[in-house]
């Protein structure tokens, strides 16, 4: 393909090429893992793959990926603990997508209910709720990202004439914090609240802390109603994805049958990636669900290694438990640009996501400890 580009084109194409490759090497400070061949999947990608509507409901357009969709999507339902044959789910184009779809079926059952959620929550939530036109409640937090509950009943009580929709952090952007679904729950017990909806962003940290049992649990049996997660986190995706589950008898209020498609509307785009799904198929197919606990455990001590290297060197390195993100004092914007670190506010952190390799954490280190020194 690229001979038939005009010498300067494949020139810039392939300049791009080797330097996108090159920055893939100093990347550590977004959680997209990078350990992915999906070298197998490539005479896919000549292929017009959409699974356009719902994914249950095969559609006329018959080149699609539901199967596989399925299957990823009953994968999560299991390992959140979706109560059988009462779920129902889609592979999304990212977290922010199950988000806004959580949100919405929240909205559908409570127009008249008002979304509460952390100061630590990630950016897609407000936004969401803005294009929702629901109203909002922004609650504190602790020092280390998660819900300060105290404040949220607080808020509650105030407004206890509403139904109360809850979006809760499953690892929240800057400090991988979760907040507590028990105390949520003791929060709308003790203020016998009974219309209620809990949202869990697990956008971050859904997938390994459901492997790991990572405490506090967070899945359906514990009380919530839908779970979002990003696919291309963990997991590890070159096309931004993830899923959304959600308890099917609220869900059944969304969506029309359209003839056009032969299936139903009921997710937020109409045309749905139908490579992502295969991707994710792959990679759950790959490592199972041992191979990827592993992979999280392994994760998770790289983390803990680079926060015990850190803090030797003086610095006030820390990770909320079963975390892969390690959060430290922001440190000069030379070596936050060249690895990548996302900063807020006065601190930065390293996610290490499988692919960041302890190599990649050494040479990063050397360079601190050189900023440090000078
Ligand atoms: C990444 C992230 C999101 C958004 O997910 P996308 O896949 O980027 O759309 C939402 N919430 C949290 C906590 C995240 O880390």
Redesign the pocket.
């Known amino acids: 393909m690229i001979n038939e580009l005009t010498l300067q084109d494949a020139e810039r194409l392939s300049n791009y090429i080797e330097s996108m490759q090159k920055r893939a090497t100093r990347s550590i400070g977004y959680?997209g893992s990078t350990d992915y061949d999906y070298a197998a999947l490539f005479p896919l990608l000549a292929i017009n793959l959409n699974n356009i509507g719902d994914p249950l409901i095969e559609s006329t357009y018959e080149l699609n990926s539901r199967s596989f969709e399925m299957e990823v999507v009953a994968f999560f339902a299991e390992l959140f603990q979706a109560p059988a044959n009462n779920w129902w789910g889609y592979v999304t184009n990212?977290?922010?997508?199950g988000?806004l779809y959580g949100l919405y079926v929240a909205r559908e059952l409570y127009p008249q209910g008002i979304v509460y959620y952390s100061e630590a929550t990630?950016y897609?939530i407000q936004k969401n709720v803005h294009i929702l036109g629901l109203n909002s409640i922004v609650i504190r937090t602790q020092p280390n990202g998660e819900m300060d509950y105290a404040d949220l009943k607080d808020m509650i009580q105030l407004h206890r004439d509403h139904p109360v929709i809850i979006m809760a952090?499953i690892?929240?952007?800057m400090t991988e914090a979760r907040d507590d679904l028990g105390q949520i729950k003791a929060a709308l017990k003790h203020l016998a609240i009974k219309q209620h909806y809990i949202h869990c962003?697990a956008?971050?940290a859904g997938v390994y802390s459901a492997l790991l049992e990572t405490e506090p649990r967070f899945d359906f049996s514990q009380g919530c109603d839908s779970i979002a997660i990003?696919g291309?986190?963990f997991l590890g995706s070159p096309i931004?994805c993830?899923a959304v589950i959600v308890r099917k008898n609220y869900k059944d209020r969304i969506g029309q049958v359209i003839p056009y498609i032969g299936t139903a509307d009921t997710t937020i785009s109409g045309s749905r990636n139908g490579h992502s799904p295969v991707f994710l198929w792959y990679t759950l197919k790959k490592h199972g669900r041992q191979g990827l606990t592993q992979r999280a455990k392994e994760s998770i001590a790289l983390a803990q290694y680079t926060a015990n290297r850190l803090s030797q060197m003086g610095l006030n390195a820390w990770c909320n438990p079963g975390a892969l993100t390690v959060v430290f004092p922001a440190l000069s914007p030379s070596i936050r640009k060249k690895w990548q670190l996302a900063t807020e506010g006065d601190v930065c952190h390293v996610v290490c996501v499988p692919g960041v390799t302890k190599a990649m954490v050494d040479d990063f280190l050397i360079d601190v400890q050189q900023e440090i020194t000078y």
């Open positions: 959680p990212g977290g922010s997508e988000n990630h897609s952090n690892g929240t952007t962003d956008a971050l990003s291309h986190k931004p993830g």
